[in-house]
């Protein structure tokens, strides 16, 4: 099976990149996970924040036009620990 940079595919390269490397989604993330009893929930929260502009953002797409799911926010937090 071929990978994008050790990812599944550029779409959840690109969302990992961005939830990890911006210091405020970040945040976001951190939070999300630590108010979820799972990480499944916080994917779904953080998904529903991202998608509903909570964050001030005009498309539920990274800057670099990857499109946020509740699957691309969930593999990005593989390995977290808040």
Do not use: F
Request: net charge positive.
């Amino acid at each position: 099976m071929a990978t994008y940079n050790g990812h599944k595919n550029w779409n959840h390269w690109n969302v990992s990149l961005w939830l990890n490397n911006d210091e405020s989604l970040y945040r976001a993330m951190l939070s999300h996970i630590r108010a979820a009893n799972n990480k499944d929930r916080a994917a779904r929260s953080l998904y529903h924040a991202l998608t509903h502009a909570d964050y001030g953002m005009p498309t539920p797409k990274t800057p670099d036009g990857a499109p946020y799911s509740i699957t691309t926010i969930r593999a990005a937090m593989r390995g977290i620990d808040a």
